[in-house]
């Protein structure tokens, strides 16, 4: 079965920290790895990955993919009160289920001033 | 604004009812997609479209049902069937049909049964 394992599923950190969130995964025909953040409502999309160790980079925000170990990490630097949210993580799987998009249960994050 | 639409925000129903929740896109989007988010727990794949007239059942398909009569729209019924339909409903649509692109979501619909 399909499966996309996050962690932590909580974390509090203070501001300007760093913080690291992890996203494993098991599928059938791997096609890409994304990330999203979701605040009150609809997730917004952060990064799409689907090569192995090539870095993606938003502003404090990176992400890497690892296909060997079947993992990825996203990077929060600097870490802001804004930063606070739900980190999804989400892996497109083809095959059978082709294309669609299993999700991790998140990672909750606090940041305090 | 290109974008999704949900509505209602929120919506109150007495058990044994059914529902139709609304998504509606503007992206030129092929695909849509239904997911149910549950307190502590990921999203979970309800229905996805890929074409006009024609979905595939996702993961939790059993107490709902959608249509597709149109690229812009794709409603999701929720049924008496349902057992547990308390929830929080996200729509999402793609560029690409499933296989290739980020997903975007609308804002979401509340939904309590009781």
């Known amino acids: 079965e399909d499966k996309v394992v996050q962690s932590p599923l909580s974390l509090v950190v203070h501001e300007g920290d760093t913080v690291t969130l992890n996203c494993s995964y098991e599928v059938t025909n791997f096609r890409s790895l994304l990330w999203y953040k979701q605040e009150k409502k609809a997730p917004t999309f952060l990064f799409m990955l689907t090569s192995s160790g090539i870095e993606k980079k938003s502003g404090r925000l990176s992400s890497i993919l690892d296909k060997k170990e079947l993992f990825s990490i996203l990077n929060i630097t600097a870490t802001q009160t804004g930063d606070s949210a739900v980190y999804l993580c989400a892996v497109e799987a083809g095959g059978g289920s082709q294309g669609n998009l299993i999700f991790g249960k998140g990672t909750k994050l606090s940041v305090k001033p | 604004d290109g974008g999704i639409t949900q509505s209602p925000k929120y919506l109150f129903r007495k058990e044994g009812q059914n529902v139709t929740l609304s998504c509606e896109q503007n992206?030129?989007?092929?695909?849509m997609y239904w997911y149910r988010q549950d307190p502590g727990q990921g999203l979970r794949l309800i229905y996805y479209s890929q074409i006009v007239n024609d979905f595939q059942k996702g993961d939790i398909a059993e107490g709902y049902s959608v249509s597709r009569e149109k690229k812009e729209s794709f409603p999701l019924t929720v049924t008496s069937a349902q057992k547990n339909p308390t929830a929080f409903y996200l729509c999402a649509s793609s560029a690409y049909p499933p296989g290739g692109g980020e997903q975007y979501f609308g804002p979401g619909t509340r939904l309590t049964v009781t």
């Open positions: 992206l030129n989007h092929d695909a």
